[in-house]
């Protein structure tokens, strides 16, 4: 190709791509698709959902674990046959060495395992390590459960990526926010029986297709500076996770506590925890949040097959 072809040719690429980079829509779906990238990143790190191995609710006194069959809590992957034992009672949990003491490797918030009071705090929970097998404890309501992730679970090195529907802009809406009055609350039922109070500050209003629909939030944590929506709509029956689906948004323009506007874009649905693990422990959706539309945008179904591997000695 002579000089002066190869020249205007790199022109009108560089035009091109000036364009592209220039057009709000192309740069809505660049953007949608490091988003898409970045949550399939996070799911499969070694720290990641596809790792949750085992969620084993603890009884009041002595609870033994490790991989050993022999124990009240069976850890169902490559590790030590007993890690030690740990006590309930009341609101403390223990950890107790088993006879021939702890195993080599164990720690505690990275320091070699003792027989000491673990914290249960959600902010700071203590953490449990065995090469690439974490576990802390969770606070459920009243109850105590040991959750158990494993850096090396099939559902993790077997994990190919996620399966999404096309980008879609018609997915993308704008809608109207009216607040609720300061301290309203929303009692949320979970997947495995339990009922979350969590704060509600409003509601958000749309229109698809020619009808309008209305999305309740509620925020996780006071702290929280994203609108954490929980829903399910008729894609549920079909492709989508039966359960719900999650949506998160900036707040409104005008802030939580004044009328205002927000987007909510539909093509960044994904699916809680419990799309890919039984051990997980789920929020469901509000009835207010159950809409009778199908939102063709967003993460879709996903399945995984784990397998359980002999205990080590």
């Not at 364009?19 to 740069?27: E, K, L, R, S, V």
């Not at 850096?151 to 980008?167: K, M, V």
């Not at 009216?178 to 969590?198: C, F, N, Q, R, S």
Request: proline share 9%; glycine share 6%.
């Amino acid at each position: 190709m002579p000089k002066r072809r190869i020249l205007i040719a790199l022109f009108l690429l560089a035009a091109t791509l000036t364009a592209a980079a220039q057009d709000p829509a192309a740069q809505w779906q660049q953007k949608l698709a490091q988003w898409r990238a970045q949550r399939e990143k996070e799911l499969s790190a070694p720290d990641g959902w596809l790792t949750l191995i085992g969620l084993e609710w603890l009884k009041n006194g002595g609870n033994s674990f490790g991989a050993s069959a022999d124990n009240s809590i069976r850890v169902k992957t490559v590790a030590p046959s007993h890690f030690g034992l740990l006590t309930v009672s009341g609101k403390i949990v223990q950890l107790l060495a088993p006879p021939d003491g702890f195993p080599s490797g164990f720690e505690i918030d990275h320091k070699p395992a003792r027989e000491t009071q673990l914290s249960t705090d959600a902010e700071k929970p203590s953490i449990l390590t065995w090469r690439g097998i974490t576990m802390v404890i969770l606070q459920r309501g009243d109850r105590y459960a040991l959750r158990i992730k494993d850096a090396n679970a099939t559902t993790r090195t077997s994990f190919t990526g996620l399966h999404w529907y096309a980008p879609n802009l018609h997915y993308a809406v704008e809608a109207k926010w009216t607040p609720y009055p300061a301290g309203h609350m929303e009692k949320i039922p979970t997947i495995i029986g339990t009922v979350l109070d969590l704060p509600a500050p409003g509601i958000a209003e749309f229109t698809l297709d020619d009808k309008t629909y209305r999305l309740e939030p509620v925020l996780e944590d006071p702290h929280d500076t994203t609108l954490f929506f929980i829903l399910r709509d008729e894609t549920s029956k079909t492709t989508t996770y039966e359960a719900a689906r999650f949506l998160r948004t900036p707040f409104p323009d005008h802030g939580l506590d004044k009328p205002g506007s927000l987007i909510l874009d539909f093509n960044q649905l994904y699916n809680p925890p419990c799309a890919y693990t039984p051990y997980a422990t789920c929020p469901l959706p509000p009835p207010q949040n159950r809409l009778a539309i199908a939102l063709e945008a967003g993460e879709q179904r996903y399945s995984a097959h784990e397998e359980n591997p002999a205990p080590a000695n």
